[in-house]
Protein backbone atom coordinates (compact mmCIF):
# COMPACT_ATOMS: atom_id res chain seq x y z
CA UNK A 1 0.00 0.00 0.00
CA UNK A 2 1.19 3.48 -0.63
CA UNK A 3 2.38 5.33 2.34
CA UNK A 4 -0.32 7.03 4.71
CA UNK A 5 -0.80 10.76 3.60
CA UNK A 6 0.13 13.21 6.57
CA UNK A 7 -2.55 14.76 9.08
CA UNK A 8 -3.96 17.42 8.22
CA UNK A 9 -2.47 20.62 9.98
CA UNK A 10 -3.82 20.93 13.58
CA UNK A 11 -6.73 23.38 14.01
CA UNK A 12 -4.96 26.29 15.36
CA UNK A 13 -7.79 28.45 17.96
CA UNK A 14 -9.34 31.64 16.74
CA UNK A 15 -11.12 34.42 18.24
CA UNK A 16 -14.83 34.31 17.44
CA UNK A 17 -17.20 36.87 18.66
CA UNK A 18 -20.79 35.96 18.55
CA UNK A 19 -22.87 38.47 16.28
CA UNK A 20 -26.03 37.76 18.72
CA UNK A 21 -25.72 37.09 22.80
CA UNK A 22 -27.38 34.06 23.15
CA UNK A 23 -30.34 34.61 26.08
CA UNK A 24 -28.93 32.42 29.02
CA UNK A 25 -32.24 29.99 29.62
CA UNK A 26 -33.73 31.52 33.46
CA UNK A 27 -33.24 30.17 36.55
CA UNK A 28 -35.38 27.46 37.56
CA UNK A 29 -36.44 27.27 41.22
CA UNK A 30 -34.28 25.05 43.49
CA UNK A 31 -32.49 23.86 40.34
CA UNK A 32 -30.27 20.78 41.00
CA UNK A 33 -27.16 21.38 39.77
CA UNK A 34 -27.84 24.24 37.80
CA UNK A 35 -25.76 25.78 34.37
CA UNK A 36 -26.25 25.83 31.24
CA UNK A 37 -24.23 23.52 28.70
CA UNK A 38 -22.93 24.83 25.54
CA UNK A 39 -22.59 22.59 22.63
CA UNK A 40 -22.04 23.40 18.60
CA UNK A 41 -24.37 22.89 15.49
CA UNK A 42 -22.81 23.38 12.23
CA UNK A 43 -25.62 25.08 10.38
CA UNK A 44 -29.17 26.26 10.88
CA UNK A 45 -31.60 24.73 12.82
CA UNK A 46 -35.17 23.33 11.74
CA UNK A 47 -36.64 21.59 14.85
CA UNK A 48 -39.12 19.55 12.74
CA UNK A 49 -38.48 15.87 13.15
CA UNK A 50 -39.46 14.23 9.93
CA UNK A 51 -36.58 16.15 8.64
CA UNK A 52 -33.27 13.95 9.82
CA UNK A 53 -30.47 16.72 9.03
CA UNK A 54 -28.04 16.14 12.17
CA UNK A 55 -27.87 19.83 13.48
CA UNK A 56 -32.20 19.07 13.82
CA UNK A 57 -31.57 16.29 15.37
CA UNK A 58 -29.59 17.22 18.32
CA UNK A 59 -32.56 19.81 19.03
CA UNK A 60 -34.81 17.63 18.99
CA UNK A 61 -33.61 15.08 21.12
CA UNK A 62 -34.02 17.30 23.52
CA UNK A 63 -36.99 18.94 22.98
CA UNK A 64 -39.12 16.35 21.88
CA UNK A 65 -39.27 12.51 23.60
CA UNK A 66 -39.78 9.19 21.84
CA UNK A 67 -41.76 5.84 22.61
CA UNK A 68 -38.56 4.12 23.41
CA UNK A 69 -35.13 5.43 23.21
CA UNK A 70 -31.74 3.65 23.28
CA UNK A 71 -30.09 2.78 26.62
CA UNK A 72 -27.26 5.13 28.40
CA UNK A 73 -24.62 1.87 28.30
CA UNK A 74 -25.81 0.26 25.08
CA UNK A 75 -27.95 0.36 22.00
CA UNK A 76 -30.97 -1.73 23.06
CA UNK A 77 -34.62 -0.37 23.93
CA UNK A 78 -35.27 1.33 27.33
CA UNK A 79 -38.75 3.12 28.21
CA UNK A 80 -39.01 6.77 27.38
CA UNK A 81 -43.01 7.94 27.34
CA UNK A 82 -44.08 3.81 26.95
CA UNK A 83 -43.24 2.39 29.90
CA UNK A 84 -43.60 -1.29 28.68
CA UNK A 85 -44.43 -2.91 25.07
CA UNK A 86 -45.19 -6.32 23.83
CA UNK A 87 -45.77 -8.28 20.67
CA UNK A 88 -49.04 -10.37 20.54
CA UNK A 89 -48.76 -13.84 20.48
CA UNK A 90 -49.40 -13.76 16.74
CA UNK A 91 -47.10 -10.66 16.34
CA UNK A 92 -49.21 -8.74 14.05
CA UNK A 93 -49.37 -5.87 16.57
CA UNK A 94 -47.52 -4.67 19.21
CA UNK A 95 -49.20 -2.80 22.26
CA UNK A 96 -47.58 0.50 23.89
CA UNK A 97 -48.45 1.32 27.70
CA UNK A 98 -47.95 5.19 28.15
CA UNK A 99 -46.69 6.78 30.89
CA UNK A 100 -49.00 8.43 32.85
CA UNK A 101 -49.33 12.45 33.56
CA UNK A 102 -46.93 13.60 30.41
CA UNK A 103 -47.64 16.82 29.44
CA UNK A 104 -46.69 19.05 26.37
CA UNK A 105 -44.47 22.19 27.25
CA UNK A 106 -48.09 24.12 27.06
CA UNK A 107 -49.42 21.97 29.49
CA UNK A 108 -52.01 19.92 27.62
CA UNK A 109 -51.55 16.08 28.24
CA UNK A 110 -50.20 13.78 25.85
CA UNK A 111 -52.29 11.18 24.77
CA UNK A 112 -52.55 7.56 23.04
CA UNK A 113 -54.15 9.98 20.46
CA UNK A 114 -50.74 12.08 19.53
CA UNK A 115 -48.95 8.94 19.15
CA UNK A 116 -51.53 7.56 16.62
CA UNK A 117 -50.80 10.96 14.81
CA UNK A 118 -47.16 10.95 15.07
CA UNK A 119 -47.03 7.81 13.27
CA UNK A 120 -49.63 8.41 10.81
CA UNK A 121 -47.87 11.41 9.58
CA UNK A 122 -44.23 9.44 9.22
CA UNK A 123 -45.70 7.12 7.17
CA UNK A 124 -47.19 9.59 5.03
CA UNK A 125 -45.62 9.73 1.38
CA UNK A 126 -46.28 13.64 1.35
CA UNK A 127 -44.35 14.12 4.43
CA UNK A 128 -41.33 11.94 2.85
CA UNK A 129 -40.34 11.03 6.47
CA UNK A 130 -36.83 9.19 6.47
CA UNK A 131 -38.65 7.06 8.81
CA UNK A 132 -41.18 6.09 5.97
CA UNK A 133 -39.94 2.84 4.37
CA UNK A 134 -39.35 1.84 7.88
CA UNK A 135 -42.27 1.91 9.35
CA UNK A 136 -44.19 0.69 5.85
CA UNK A 137 -45.62 -2.79 7.88
CA UNK A 138 -47.82 -0.62 10.12
CA UNK A 139 -51.14 -0.69 8.34
CA UNK A 140 -53.51 0.69 11.39
CA UNK A 141 -53.24 2.39 15.09
CA UNK A 142 -55.78 1.33 17.33
CA UNK A 143 -56.19 3.83 20.91
CA UNK A 144 -58.19 1.81 23.55
CA UNK A 145 -57.46 4.40 25.89
CA UNK A 146 -55.87 7.28 26.46
CA UNK A 147 -52.81 5.28 27.78
CA UNK A 148 -52.77 2.50 25.29
CA UNK A 149 -51.74 2.13 21.96
CA UNK A 150 -52.32 -0.85 19.74
CA UNK A 151 -49.65 -0.78 16.52
CA UNK A 152 -50.87 -3.34 13.69
CA UNK A 153 -48.58 -4.70 11.53
CA UNK A 154 -49.63 -6.45 7.62
CA UNK A 155 -47.18 -8.68 8.78
CA UNK A 156 -44.73 -9.82 11.80
CA UNK A 157 -42.47 -6.91 12.53
CA UNK A 158 -39.74 -8.13 15.34
CA UNK A 159 -37.77 -4.73 15.03
CA UNK A 160 -40.78 -2.47 15.54
CA UNK A 161 -39.37 -0.95 19.44
CA UNK A 162 -35.93 -0.93 17.74
CA UNK A 163 -36.62 1.67 15.09
CA UNK A 164 -39.20 3.41 17.24
CA UNK A 165 -35.74 4.77 18.69
CA UNK A 166 -34.14 6.34 15.82
CA UNK A 167 -35.86 9.36 15.31
CA UNK A 168 -39.19 8.92 15.83
CA UNK A 169 -40.03 11.97 18.28
CA UNK A 170 -43.57 12.24 19.26
CA UNK A 171 -45.60 15.48 18.02
CA UNK A 172 -48.57 16.83 19.34
CA UNK A 173 -51.77 16.64 17.48
CA UNK A 174 -53.54 19.27 19.15
CA UNK A 175 -51.28 21.88 17.28
CA UNK A 176 -50.66 20.20 13.73
CA UNK A 177 -53.45 18.22 12.73
CA UNK A 178 -55.22 19.66 9.91
CA UNK A 179 -52.29 21.35 7.97
CA UNK A 180 -50.28 20.95 5.24
CA UNK A 181 -47.41 18.81 6.92
CA UNK A 182 -45.55 18.46 3.54
CA UNK A 183 -43.20 20.76 4.52
CA UNK A 184 -42.32 22.50 7.99
CA UNK A 185 -45.15 24.42 9.20
CA UNK A 186 -43.67 27.74 9.79
CA UNK A 187 -45.43 28.47 13.62
CA UNK A 188 -44.76 25.46 14.62
CA UNK A 189 -40.82 25.27 14.25
CA UNK A 190 -40.89 28.76 15.05
CA UNK A 191 -41.96 27.86 18.34
CA UNK A 192 -41.80 23.98 18.52
CA UNK A 193 -43.28 22.13 21.13
CA UNK A 194 -42.49 18.31 22.79
CA UNK A 195 -42.47 16.93 25.81
CA UNK A 196 -38.55 16.25 25.80
CA UNK A 197 -36.39 17.49 29.12
CA UNK A 198 -36.24 20.94 27.62
CA UNK A 199 -38.31 23.79 26.31
CA UNK A 200 -37.71 26.33 23.43
CA UNK A 201 -36.42 29.73 24.89
CA UNK A 202 -35.79 31.68 21.40
CA UNK A 203 -33.88 30.88 18.04
CA UNK A 204 -32.06 32.94 16.39
CA UNK A 205 -31.33 31.86 12.64
CA UNK A 206 -27.86 31.25 11.96
CA UNK A 207 -26.98 32.06 15.76
CA UNK A 208 -28.01 30.06 18.64
CA UNK A 209 -31.19 27.65 19.40
CA UNK A 210 -31.54 28.02 23.40
CA UNK A 211 -34.12 25.47 25.28
CA UNK A 212 -34.46 25.80 28.86
CA UNK A 213 -35.31 23.44 31.35
CA UNK A 214 -38.61 21.64 31.94
CA UNK A 215 -39.34 21.31 35.70
CA UNK A 216 -42.30 19.11 34.95
CA UNK A 217 -40.07 16.11 32.81
CA UNK A 218 -41.66 13.26 33.27
CA UNK A 219 -37.86 11.68 34.75
CA UNK A 220 -37.74 14.43 37.02
CA UNK A 221 -35.89 17.99 36.56
CA UNK A 222 -33.06 18.29 34.38
CA UNK A 223 -30.03 19.21 36.77
CA UNK A 224 -29.03 21.91 33.94
CA UNK A 225 -31.07 25.05 33.31
CA UNK A 226 -30.65 25.01 30.11
CA UNK A 227 -29.20 24.60 26.59
CA UNK A 228 -28.05 26.66 23.81
CA UNK A 229 -26.91 24.93 20.41
CA UNK A 230 -24.89 27.53 19.02
CA UNK A 231 -24.63 27.65 15.11
CA UNK A 232 -20.54 27.19 14.22
CA UNK A 233 -19.95 26.21 10.71
CA UNK A 234 -16.30 26.16 11.30
CA UNK A 235 -14.69 23.57 12.83
CA UNK A 236 -11.56 25.60 13.55
CA UNK A 237 -13.72 28.17 15.69
CA UNK A 238 -16.01 24.94 17.24
CA UNK A 239 -12.13 23.78 18.99
CA UNK A 240 -11.27 27.29 19.72
CA UNK A 241 -14.49 28.05 21.81
CA UNK A 242 -14.59 24.63 23.82
CA UNK A 243 -10.98 25.64 24.83
CA UNK A 244 -11.82 29.13 26.36
CA UNK A 245 -14.77 27.50 27.34
CA UNK A 246 -17.86 29.86 24.94
CA UNK A 247 -18.44 25.63 24.68
CA UNK A 248 -18.98 22.56 26.46
CA UNK A 249 -18.17 19.96 24.21
CA UNK A 250 -16.89 19.82 20.70
CA UNK A 251 -17.17 16.85 18.21
CA UNK A 252 -13.65 16.53 16.84
CA UNK A 253 -11.62 14.68 14.52
CA UNK A 254 -7.74 13.80 15.41
CA UNK A 255 -6.19 16.73 13.44
CA UNK A 256 -7.50 19.00 16.40
CA UNK A 257 -5.91 17.15 18.70
CA UNK A 258 -3.10 19.33 18.97
CA UNK A 259 -4.75 22.18 19.08
CA UNK A 260 -5.99 20.73 22.79
CA UNK A 261 -2.84 19.87 23.97
CA UNK A 262 -2.13 22.10 27.46
CA UNK A 263 -5.96 22.61 27.66
CA UNK A 264 -6.47 21.69 31.26
CA UNK A 265 -9.98 22.57 31.01
CA UNK A 266 -10.70 19.57 28.37
CA UNK A 267 -10.76 16.08 28.64
CA UNK A 268 -10.78 13.99 25.11
CA UNK A 269 -13.38 11.01 25.65
CA UNK A 270 -14.19 8.64 23.03
CA UNK A 271 -17.75 6.83 22.36
CA UNK A 272 -19.07 4.09 19.40
CA UNK A 273 -21.74 5.89 17.30
CA UNK A 274 -23.59 4.84 14.85
CA UNK A 275 -21.50 6.50 11.95
CA UNK A 276 -20.77 4.77 8.53
CA UNK A 277 -18.64 6.21 6.30
CA UNK A 278 -18.76 5.52 2.62
CA UNK A 279 -17.99 6.75 -0.87
CA UNK A 280 -21.54 5.72 -2.94
CA UNK A 281 -22.05 6.72 -6.29
CA UNK A 282 -26.10 7.55 -8.28
CA UNK A 283 -27.07 4.97 -9.71
CA UNK A 284 -30.26 6.59 -11.12
CA UNK A 285 -27.71 10.17 -12.58
CA UNK A 286 -28.60 10.46 -15.89
CA UNK A 287 -24.37 10.57 -16.98
CA UNK A 288 -23.07 8.48 -14.17
CA UNK A 289 -25.42 5.76 -13.51
CA UNK A 290 -24.55 3.62 -16.26
CA UNK A 291 -21.30 3.27 -14.02
CA UNK A 292 -22.11 2.86 -10.88
CA UNK A 293 -25.02 0.26 -11.57
CA UNK A 294 -22.63 -2.18 -12.95
CA UNK A 295 -21.26 -4.08 -10.03
CA UNK A 296 -18.19 -4.72 -11.64
CA UNK A 297 -17.30 -0.69 -11.81
CA UNK A 298 -18.72 -0.73 -7.85
CA UNK A 299 -16.18 -3.81 -6.84
CA UNK A 300 -13.26 -1.67 -9.19
CA UNK A 301 -13.81 1.51 -6.84
CA UNK A 302 -13.45 -1.19 -3.71
CA UNK A 303 -10.44 -2.83 -4.66
CA UNK A 304 -9.17 1.24 -5.62
CA UNK A 305 -9.74 2.28 -1.97
CA UNK A 306 -7.19 1.39 -0.14
CA UNK A 307 -8.98 1.66 3.60
CA UNK A 308 -5.71 1.09 5.94
CA UNK A 309 -4.28 4.74 4.85
CA UNK A 310 -7.44 6.44 5.01
CA UNK A 311 -7.90 5.02 8.57
CA UNK A 312 -4.80 5.49 9.58
CA UNK A 313 -4.22 9.26 7.76
CA UNK A 314 -7.70 10.35 9.34
CA UNK A 315 -8.36 9.19 12.57
CA UNK A 316 -5.02 7.79 13.70
CA UNK A 317 -6.75 4.30 13.71
CA UNK A 318 -9.32 5.08 16.22
CA UNK A 319 -12.18 3.49 13.58
CA UNK A 320 -13.48 0.37 13.16
CA UNK A 321 -12.60 -1.39 9.42
CA UNK A 322 -16.19 -2.24 8.47
CA UNK A 323 -17.78 -4.90 6.00
CA UNK A 324 -21.10 -3.56 5.57
CA UNK A 325 -23.39 -1.10 7.26
CA UNK A 326 -23.27 -3.36 10.62
CA UNK A 327 -20.21 -1.95 12.89
CA UNK A 328 -18.41 -4.85 14.47
CA UNK A 329 -19.45 -3.40 17.70
CA UNK A 330 -23.24 -4.50 17.64
CA UNK A 331 -21.62 -7.81 18.09
CA UNK A 332 -25.18 -9.31 18.51
CA UNK A 333 -25.75 -8.91 14.71
CA UNK A 334 -22.67 -8.03 12.79
CA UNK A 335 -21.65 -11.21 10.27
CA UNK A 336 -18.13 -12.32 11.37
CA UNK A 337 -17.09 -13.85 8.63
CA UNK A 338 -17.02 -11.51 6.36
CA UNK A 339 -13.72 -9.34 5.69
CA UNK A 340 -13.21 -5.78 4.61
CA UNK A 341 -12.40 -5.50 0.94
CA UNK A 342 -8.58 -5.44 0.35
CA UNK A 343 -6.85 -2.23 -1.65
CA UNK A 344 -6.04 -4.61 -5.12
CA UNK A 345 -5.15 -1.63 -7.40
CA UNK A 346 -4.61 -4.08 -10.02
CA UNK A 347 -7.74 -6.29 -9.85
CA UNK A 348 -9.90 -2.53 -9.98
CA UNK A 349 -8.08 -1.91 -13.40
CA UNK A 350 -8.58 -5.77 -14.79
CA UNK A 351 -12.48 -5.09 -13.53
CA UNK A 352 -13.03 -2.05 -15.54
CA UNK A 353 -10.91 -3.24 -18.56
CA UNK A 354 -13.82 -6.28 -18.48
CA UNK A 355 -16.34 -3.15 -18.44
CA UNK A 356 -15.26 -1.77 -22.18
CA UNK A 357 -12.87 1.03 -20.57
CA UNK A 358 -9.90 1.59 -22.62
CA UNK A 359 -6.83 4.17 -21.33
CA UNK A 360 -7.69 7.88 -22.95
CA UNK A 361 -6.24 11.35 -22.65
CA UNK A 362 -3.72 12.20 -19.79
CA UNK A 363 -4.15 8.27 -18.54
CA UNK A 364 -8.03 8.59 -17.88
CA UNK A 365 -9.77 5.84 -18.88
CA UNK A 366 -13.04 6.40 -21.72
CA UNK A 367 -15.81 4.41 -22.06
CA UNK A 368 -17.43 4.84 -25.77
CA UNK A 369 -15.20 7.99 -25.96
CA UNK A 370 -16.43 9.72 -22.49
CA UNK A 371 -13.91 10.03 -20.20
CA UNK A 372 -14.52 7.99 -16.61
CA UNK A 373 -15.02 11.26 -14.38
CA UNK A 374 -17.55 12.55 -11.96
CA UNK A 375 -17.59 14.45 -9.01
CA UNK A 376 -17.86 13.68 -5.56
CA UNK A 377 -19.95 15.88 -3.19
CA UNK A 378 -19.12 16.39 0.38
CA UNK A 379 -19.95 19.21 3.29
CA UNK A 380 -17.38 21.79 3.48
CA UNK A 381 -15.48 22.44 6.80
CA UNK A 382 -15.09 18.77 7.93
CA UNK A 383 -11.28 17.69 8.04
CA UNK A 384 -11.96 14.11 8.12
CA UNK A 385 -14.62 13.91 4.99
CA UNK A 386 -12.51 15.98 3.25
CA UNK A 387 -8.66 14.64 4.03
CA UNK A 388 -10.81 11.29 2.62
CA UNK A 389 -11.48 12.89 0.15
CA UNK A 390 -8.71 13.48 -1.31
CA UNK A 391 -7.02 10.11 -0.61
CA UNK A 392 -10.10 8.71 -2.71
CA UNK A 393 -9.21 11.00 -4.95
CA UNK A 394 -5.49 10.22 -5.43
CA UNK A 395 -6.83 6.13 -5.04
CA UNK A 396 -8.93 6.58 -8.30
CA UNK A 397 -6.73 8.36 -10.13
CA UNK A 398 -3.89 5.53 -9.97
CA UNK A 399 -6.66 3.29 -11.50
CA UNK A 400 -7.44 5.90 -14.14
CA UNK A 401 -10.60 7.06 -12.81
CA UNK A 402 -10.79 11.35 -12.61
CA UNK A 403 -12.67 12.37 -9.18
CA UNK A 404 -13.21 16.11 -8.99
CA UNK A 405 -13.87 16.94 -5.16
CA UNK A 406 -16.96 19.15 -4.45
CA UNK A 407 -17.55 20.53 -0.84
CA UNK A 408 -20.38 22.12 -0.12
CA UNK A 409 -22.06 24.57 2.59
CA UNK A 410 -24.01 21.78 4.46
CA UNK A 411 -27.63 22.48 3.43
CA UNK A 412 -26.32 23.19 -0.15
CA UNK A 413 -24.84 19.72 0.40
CA UNK A 414 -28.32 18.04 1.92
CA UNK A 415 -30.55 19.32 -0.82
CA UNK A 416 -27.95 17.93 -3.30
CA UNK A 417 -28.01 14.57 -1.89
CA UNK A 418 -31.37 14.10 -0.53
CA UNK A 419 -33.67 16.42 -1.90
CA UNK A 420 -32.46 16.75 -5.57
CA UNK A 421 -30.38 13.86 -5.76
CA UNK A 422 -28.76 15.14 -8.31
CA UNK A 423 -25.55 14.41 -6.79
CA UNK A 424 -23.08 12.27 -8.79
CA UNK A 425 -21.09 10.48 -6.16
CA UNK A 426 -20.75 11.21 -1.95
CA UNK A 427 -17.85 10.98 0.44
CA UNK A 428 -20.37 10.83 3.08
CA UNK A 429 -21.85 8.88 6.61
CA UNK A 430 -25.11 8.00 7.25
CA UNK A 431 -26.57 7.17 11.32
CA UNK A 432 -28.70 4.39 11.54
CA UNK A 433 -30.40 2.50 13.86
CA UNK A 434 -28.85 0.27 16.15
CA UNK A 435 -30.88 -2.98 14.89
CA UNK A 436 -29.97 -5.17 11.57
CA UNK A 437 -33.24 -3.42 9.99
CA UNK A 438 -31.85 -1.35 7.41
CA UNK A 439 -34.65 -1.81 4.90
CA UNK A 440 -35.09 2.36 4.48
CA UNK A 441 -31.39 2.25 3.75
CA UNK A 442 -31.07 -1.12 1.37
CA UNK A 443 -34.39 -1.87 0.14
CA UNK A 444 -35.20 -1.19 -3.50
CA UNK A 445 -37.36 2.34 -2.99
CA UNK A 446 -36.31 2.76 0.95
CA UNK A 447 -36.69 6.28 1.66
CA UNK A 448 -32.97 6.79 2.78
CA UNK A 449 -31.54 4.99 -0.14
CA UNK A 450 -30.28 8.10 -1.95
CA UNK A 451 -28.21 5.85 -4.32
CA UNK A 452 -30.87 3.53 -5.95
CA UNK A 453 -29.34 0.19 -5.06
CA UNK A 454 -31.69 -2.62 -5.56
CA UNK A 455 -31.50 -6.47 -5.12
CA UNK A 456 -34.69 -8.50 -5.02
CA UNK A 457 -33.35 -10.98 -3.05
CA UNK A 458 -31.84 -8.01 -0.15
CA UNK A 459 -35.59 -7.24 -0.29
CA UNK A 460 -37.12 -10.38 0.06
CA UNK A 461 -34.38 -10.95 3.46
CA UNK A 462 -35.81 -7.76 4.74
CA UNK A 463 -39.23 -9.07 4.89
CA UNK A 464 -38.18 -12.20 5.94
CA UNK A 465 -36.18 -10.91 8.66
CA UNK A 466 -38.99 -8.51 10.17
CA UNK A 467 -41.07 -12.01 10.73
CA UNK A 468 -39.09 -13.57 12.82
CA UNK A 469 -38.81 -12.67 16.71
CA UNK A 470 -36.16 -15.78 17.76
CA UNK A 471 -32.62 -14.07 18.22
CA UNK A 472 -30.75 -16.64 16.74
CA UNK A 473 -33.01 -16.96 13.42
CA UNK A 474 -33.08 -13.90 12.84
CA UNK A 475 -29.66 -13.42 12.95
CA UNK A 476 -28.88 -16.46 10.51
CA UNK A 477 -31.36 -13.89 7.77
CA UNK A 478 -29.35 -10.81 8.43
CA UNK A 479 -26.39 -12.90 7.90
CA UNK A 480 -27.26 -13.36 4.53
CA UNK A 481 -28.83 -9.62 4.06
CA UNK A 482 -24.98 -8.82 4.82
CA UNK A 483 -23.41 -11.47 3.01
CA UNK A 484 -25.59 -10.06 -0.53
CA UNK A 485 -24.13 -6.50 0.40
CA UNK A 486 -20.73 -7.39 1.03
CA UNK A 487 -20.85 -8.92 -2.06
CA UNK A 488 -22.91 -6.22 -4.33
CA UNK A 489 -20.69 -3.06 -2.89
CA UNK A 490 -23.80 -1.42 -2.95
CA UNK A 491 -21.40 1.55 -1.86
CA UNK A 492 -17.73 1.33 -0.87
CA UNK A 493 -17.82 0.98 2.99
CA UNK A 494 -14.67 2.07 4.86
CA UNK A 495 -15.07 2.78 8.29
CA UNK A 496 -16.85 3.60 11.28
CA UNK A 497 -14.88 6.37 13.71
CA UNK A 498 -15.26 6.12 17.09
CA UNK A 499 -16.95 9.76 18.24
CA UNK A 500 -13.95 12.07 19.80
CA UNK A 501 -15.55 14.69 21.86
CA UNK A 502 -13.78 17.18 23.72
CA UNK A 503 -15.53 17.99 26.99
CA UNK A 504 -15.19 20.78 29.67
CA UNK A 505 -14.07 19.11 32.78
CA UNK A 506 -17.19 20.82 34.48
CA UNK A 507 -19.57 18.50 32.68
CA UNK A 508 -20.46 15.11 34.47
CA UNK A 509 -22.84 12.92 33.34
CA UNK A 510 -22.76 12.91 29.81
CA UNK A 511 -23.20 9.57 28.83
CA UNK A 512 -20.83 7.34 27.05
CA UNK A 513 -23.00 7.00 23.75
CA UNK A 514 -22.41 8.69 20.49
CA UNK A 515 -23.93 12.22 20.92
CA UNK A 516 -26.87 11.78 18.61
CA UNK A 517 -28.40 9.56 21.19
CA UNK A 518 -26.47 11.07 24.34
CA UNK A 519 -28.62 13.86 23.73
CA UNK A 520 -31.47 11.92 25.19
CA UNK A 521 -29.98 11.64 28.39
CA UNK A 522 -29.41 15.47 29.15
CA UNK A 523 -31.55 15.47 32.12
CA UNK A 524 -28.81 13.77 33.57
CA UNK A 525 -26.11 16.05 32.56
CA UNK A 526 -24.42 18.50 35.14
CA UNK A 527 -22.31 21.67 35.31
CA UNK A 528 -19.66 21.82 38.12
Not at 270 to 281: C, F, Y
Request: charged share 25%; aromatic share 10%; hydrophobic share 35%.
Amino acid sequence: PTAAAKPTEAAKPVEAKPAVQATEPAKPAAARGGGTFKLPVNANITPWPPIGAVQNLMVNKTVFSQLVKYNKTDFTPTADLAETWSAAPDGLSWTFNLRKGVTWHDGRPFTADDVKFTLELYKDPKVNSILRSGLAPIDRIETPDPNTVVVGTSEKFSSLPELLCYLCFMLPKHLLDGQDLSKPPDEFINKPIGTGAFKFVEHVRGDHFTVAANESFYFGKPMLEGVIYKVIPDVNTTVAQVRTGELDIAFIGVSALDALKGANNVRIDEANQMDMRHIGGNYKHPRVGKWFSDPRVRHAVSYAIDRKQIMEAVTDNRAYPIVGPIPPFLSTWVNKNLQPWEHDPEKARSLLREVGFKPGSGGILELDGEPFRFTMSSDKGQPDREQTGLIVQQNLKDVGVDVQLELLDFNSYMGKWRSSREFEAVNWYYVTPSTPDLTAYWSSGGSTNEWGYSNPEVDKLFQEARTVFEQDKRKAVYDKVQELLHQDQPVAFLYTPKELRAINARIKGFPSLGYRDALQWMHEVSVE
